[in-house]
């Protein structure tokens, strides 16, 4: 009998390994199974005769609300085939029904790009909708029914001026359903600031200070060498804070330089004065909303408005090394309740891109996600219930060309979303979210961004972009991409 089961023990002990393997096998499968998870979108276009940035990129926030189970959407469209004199325009989509309401035009034909409007509501669900915005004041409209766009501009009112000069309007709610507006307050070499609404925007206040002034006004000083001329500038994102007590913001800077100076321009990294419409760099500060005080990222309270020199000394959190950008990235408050940020950068050359996943972990750390074909590529960062990011990026074959049309100038191509389960250390390519329909094959797409609630909160299931076929015929369509199920 010993004997037997001495026997039977490596028999045994080998239907315990296979089964072992098997079920590890098993593991992995559902584990994969789940991660390329097949989820069908149905995709809609609204909105015809678009311009370039007819849905903006993410300077400019938000250009949906989500309220009362509907979507309302505001974006610039309109023109007559061929031009680029396009209207601030409003609609609602019901995800219900997945319709699309008519749409109401609530302002003239202009064509500047930056005229884009935004949109939210205030705690009592009126819409206020703001356009015609680069060093301008705007117009600030109110719904003048509850979450109604009406029928016609008749139906809203022109509602108080906000500031003389606003350009890249981002309206956040913040603490205590306080409305925050952060903008850049003049022409490109001018400072960024914010103002902040306890009235529901009939009145604004903000700092004594603005956040950055880069070059401090260096733009009018005269000066004997053109070289010597400070058109230090920037571009800048924000998101506020879980709270809303604070508030996160990012930038990366550029020289101007208005005169074209061959040596401005100069990179050293790519041996060059072409201008290559760069932005250097990734500065971050956190602004505390109640007292206004700003501090960088490390705690140290930071001198405002905050010169290049400064950023340079205390809010560097990644130098570059002459690598540009065009867009400043999306950013996202992480599971340690810091910020962390989708950036897309040059490399070898400056016609190669890159998206990157930057995150504070001990120390500042940056991980390659995948190629892009333009340094002007706006995509969108999401953190999920479950600890998993995604990259909603914008991807294509095609290279970087100074000279294509003027549809393509501020990139654009296929769109995919791109996972990382494992804090960003590693991402994977998980499904493809180009419009499939047959009608938009060839078509390039850009500036995606999500639909949110009053507060902030993302709406899941559902995407916004922009995309065209020509690359020099202003005719862009609007996109929603709804989830099926």
């Avoid at 109604?148 to 603490?175: C, F």
């Avoid at 960003?424 to 094959?441: A, Y």
């Amino acid at each position: 009998m010993l004997k037997q089961d001495k026997q039977l023990k490596p028999k045994s002990m080998i239907k315990r390994i296979l089964l072992s393997i098997f079920m590890t096998w098993i593991m992995i499968l559902i584990s994969f199974a789940q991660k390329i998870e097949i989820i069908d979108y149905q995709t809609f276009s609204f909105g015809d005769g678009g311009q370039i940035k007819m849905l903006y990129d993410r300077r400019l926030r938000p250009q949906s609300v989500f309220i009362n189970g509907k979507v309302y959407i505001v974006f610039n469209g309109g023109a007559e085939k061929g031009s680029a004199d396009t209207k601030p325009k409003i609609l609602i989509y019901n995800p219900g029904t997945r319709n699309f309401s008519e749409e109401v035009t609530l302002g003239p034909p202009k064509s500047d790009q930056h005229y884009c409007p935004v949109i939210w509501a205030d705690q009592y669900d009126y819409l206020h909708v703001l356009y015609g915005c680069h060093s301008s004041s705007g117009t600030h409209l109110i719904s003048k029914k509850i979450a109604d766009i009406g029928k016609s501009v008749e139906d809203w009112s022109v509602a108080s001026q906000i500031r003389h000069s606003l350009s890249y309007p981002a309206v956040y709610n913040i603490y205590d359903n306080k409305k925050l507006i952060y903008f850049r307050t003049g022409e490109h070499r001018s400072s960024w600031s914010y103002l902040i609404s306890g009235d529901e925007g009939k009145t604004w206040s903000g700092p004594e200070n603005d956040v950055t002034d880069l070059n401090m006004g260096g733009e009018t000083k005269k000066v004997d060498n053109p070289l010597d001329l400070n058109e230090m500038s920037s571009y800048q994102t924000c998101l506020p804070g879980k709270d809303g007590k604070f508030l996160h913001v990012a930038f990366c800077y550029y020289d101007d330089n208005k005169k074209n100076v061959p040596e401005k321009f100069y990179n050293p990294r790519y041996n060059t004065k072409t201008n290559l419409d760069f932005k250097y760099n990734l500065y971050y500060v956190k602004i505390n909303l109640q007292t206004h005080e700003v501090k960088n990222f490390a705690g140290e309270t930071v001198k405002t408005p905050i010169d290049l020199d400064n950023a340079n000394a205390k809010c560097k959190i990644w130098d570059t090394g002459w690598r540009g950008t065009g867009v400043p990235p999306d950013i996202i408050i992480d599971e340690n309740d810091n910020p962390a940020f989708l950036h897309v950068i040059s490399e070898d050359t400056p016609d190669s891109f890159n998206y990157y996943y930057v995150r504070y972990n001990n120390k500042w750390e940056q991980t390659v996600i995948t190629p892009s074909n333009h340094f002007w590529n706006s995509g969108y960062l999401k953190l999920d219930e479950n600890g998993v990011l995604h990259a909603c990026l914008l991807v294509g074959h095609n290279k970087y060309n100074p000279k294509e049309g003027s549809m393509n100038s501020y990139g654009g191509g296929y769109i995919e979303e791109w996972c990382s389960y494992n804090k960003g250390n590693t991402w994977e390519k998980i499904r493809d979210l180009t419009p499939g329909n047959s009608e938009f094959v060839d078509w390039k797409f850009n500036n995606i961004q999500p639909v949110k609630d009053p507060k902030g909160n993302v709406i899941d299931g559902m995407l916004l972009f922009y995309g065209w076929k020509d690359g020099e015929a202003r005719e862009a369509k609007a996109f929603l991409l709804h989830r099926k199920n």
